[in-house]
């Protein structure tokens, strides 16, 4: 690096070593720009946000690490503060610590304070009062935009619509979002708005409930330079509106670079610079390095901090930290930090709506979702297609001779099968297109998990509802089955119970897995023993040990349901010259079809109810 040179004046003061759990200090303090060189908007009314020595440390594999090693800095409204630093550097970890989204554990350690004009604020009112927005969108791809508000609106602000809607609009208006209002969000299979518009729509969700401070991870990252820089002026808008607005950005443009008011430089933990963005040119130069005249200072900064493996800096890299380090004097910006009148403060609680006003609106919210899914409704025709036309090839008319009973037999299964995995495809990979969106809501104490557990199923009852609907009619009349009314009502109720339980088997191993990938996998491993102990292969080696699976497979009820319906009152010609036979005999099931759907209901429920318990310890993990 060229700067090298110019370090070895401070190089050779330097005794301490740069991995140390401490920033560095010496008597640099003169060249720290301090709070006064920032102008604010309003000073009268404005906030401070400030953290002090925050340390963390993780313990990785009984190595304790020290990820941010007591940084200092703060965030005024009226002020765009923005963090930059070299990968790994700690950005997030310390914006995460700010809002609250990390807290100590068995394996990590944090110290220090968050304070909010000078008072300490929890955790919880951290939450109540800053907006986070995550470098992934966490948006419901078949909303519009207006609807991803509104709902959002709905769920957090008791009062009229007219209300609601007038918010909805502003937001709309604030973040320029009103050419593509009626657009869907989109996703990999429908397009939808642009990646900025997505970042904006990610940002007015979080404006919905008027937060003080709004925090941002990488906002701008997979962005061309003109849309990020759309984003930054909506951010600096924001801020002159009374906000406190942080954000980290990686590679700004040199434009983008000169609307920033205050700029934050974290290396390895450390701070290595907290001031204007304007002066940082000047303060790096008296250090001894100059960003060349037609070098982005971004850039500059960022190639300077690079360090490319922490546990093995190069001897440049040791240099470059320890001199800016030492410079830096964290307790000048601790003393520094500006205590504005508390007038402004209010640190809002929650507004209360009624869990059954969520309920409707998860169920509406759901509902349209579902019902814009083209994926689902295109797999979901092409199978009722290939199921039709193999049963109708493979075992149209039946009859009622001794065959025919094993194909019957083999048909029902099929048929068991069938309902069975599409509920349970559906539901295992339904889960977790909505996990994040269910923890950022539960987490934000928008709903609990029983009314969103209550209101996907109801919301997707219909499709439900109408699919096994549709496949039960084809199938039954594809096989000529028992051709009596009341049997084939009670065939649709259980082909729907079956798809029920399949989908109470794919919501707990949904809610299990955080991709869509790996819950159709896992759900294959689970479904796989049930299937084999369902009640259609006699199991002969070690079935003393793994029989009581029986009782824990959904096929087995759902089978032995089909074919109790399908029997009764039938009898076959087994022996053309014997007595008539009866199918059920054969195959020693003992349970009644009302026991048979009284157990599947159980099933689908206490499915259902375990998935709940899996997503509630999920949310508490994450509070
Ligand atoms: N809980 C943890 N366990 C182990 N390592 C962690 C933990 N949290 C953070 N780290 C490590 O701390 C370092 C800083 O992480 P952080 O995500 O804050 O970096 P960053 O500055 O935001 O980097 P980037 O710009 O690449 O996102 C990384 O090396 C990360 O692996």
């Known amino acids: 690096m060229d700067n090298l040179p110019a370090l070895e004046s401070f190089a050779l003061q330097m005794s301490s070593n740069p991995s140390s759990d401490k920033c560095l200090s010496q008597d640099f303090n003169q060249l720290i720009p301090t709070s006064e060189d920032i102008s604010y908007a309003d000073s009268e009314s404005s906030l ?50 700010i809002a609250g989204r990390i807290r100590a554990s068995d394996n990590t350690k944090i110290s220090g304070e968050i304070l909010l004009n000078g008072a300490a604020i929890n955790v919880l009112s951290r939450k109540h009062t800053i907006a986070y927005v995550t470098q992934e969108d966490v948006l419901l791809p078949y909303l519009t935009v207006k609807e991803s508000l509104s709902f959002i609106a709905k769920l957090s602000m008791p009062g009229p619509s007219e209300k609601i809607t007038e918010k909805v609009d502003q937001i709309i208006k604030k973040l320029k979002l009103g050419q593509v209002s009626d657009n869907l969000i989109g996703s990999v299979i429908v397009k939808g708005i642009s990646g900025g518009e997505r970042k904006r729509v990610s940002i007015g969700m979080e404006l919905i409930s008027d937060p003080q401070i709004v925090i941002l991870d990488e906002p701008t990252s997979g962005l061309d330079s003109f849309t990020a820089e759309v984003l930054i002026d909506v951010l600096l808008d924001l801020s002159r509106d009374g906000k406190i607005v942080i954000s980290t950005l990686h590679q700004p443009s040199s434009s983008i670079f000169n609307k920033i008011d205050k700029l934050i430089l974290l290396s390895n933990g450390c701070t290595v610079y907290d001031g204007p963005s304007s002066k940082s040119r000047k303060y790096f130069s008296k250090l001894g390095f100059s960003c060349p005249k037609l070098t982005n200072p971004a850039d500059y900064y960022m190639n300077l901090l690079h360090i490319i493996d922490r546990k093995n800096m190069t001897e440049e890299e040791k240099n470059i930290l320890n001199t800016l380090t030492s410079v830096y004097e964290t307790k000048d910006i601790i003393q520094n930090i500006p205590i504005p009148s508390s007038n402004s403060l209010a640190i809002k609680s929650p507004q209360k709506i009624s869990n059954f006003r969520k309920f409707c609106i998860l169920c509406d919210r759901g509902f349209i979702n579902a019902r814009r899914n083209p994926g689902a409704l295109i797999a979901w025709l092409m199978l009722l297609i290939v199921i039709w036309v193999l049963t109708d090839l493979l075992f149209h008319d039946l009859g009622n001779d001794f065959h025919s009973i094993q194909n019957i037999n083999g048909v029902l299964y099929f048929i068991t099968m069938n309902a069975i995995m599409s509920g349970n495809a559906y539901s295992a990979m339904g889960i977790p297109s909505e996990r994040p969106i269910y923890l950022k809501e539960y987490n934000k104490g928008i709903y609990g998990t029983f009314i969103y557990i209550l209101a996907k199923l109801i919301s997707e009852l219909p499709f439900h509802l109408l699919g096994a609907a549709m496949t039960a009619l084809m199938l039954y009349f594809a096989l000529d089955l028992n051709l009596n009314a009341g049997k084939f009502f009670i065939f649709c109720l259980i082909f729907f119970l079956g798809h029920q339980m399949g989908g109470g088997l794919g919501y707990i191993v949904g809610a299990m897995c955080k991709t869509q990938e790996i819950a159709l996998a896992i759900s294959q491993i689970f479904v ?47 022996d053309p010259n014997g007595p008539k036979c009866d199918p059920l005999d054969d195959l020693e099931f003992d349970f009644s079809i009302e026991m048979c759907i009284m157990a599947i209901i159980i099933y689908a429920i206490l499915t259902r109810l375990i998935s709940l318990i899996v997503l509630k310890i999920l949310g508490a993990k994450q509070k």
């Open 528 to 574: 796989a023993p049930l299937n084999a102990y369902g009640g259609m292969i006699s199991m002969s080696r070690l079935n003393y040990i793994f029989s009581w699976i029986t009782y824990f497979s959904p096929f087995y009820y759902t089978f032995q349901a089909f074919t109790v319906n399908q029997y009764t009152d039938m009898n076959f010609n087994c």
């Open 48 to 97: 401070c946000l400030s953290w002090r020595n925050i340390l963390y440390q993780v313990d990785l594999h009984h190595n304790e690490e020290t990820i941010l090693k007591g940084v200092s800095g703060y965030a005024k409204s009226g002020t765009l503060t923005v963090l930059m630093g070299s990968s790994g550097a700690g950005k997030t970890t310390l914006l995460d610590i």
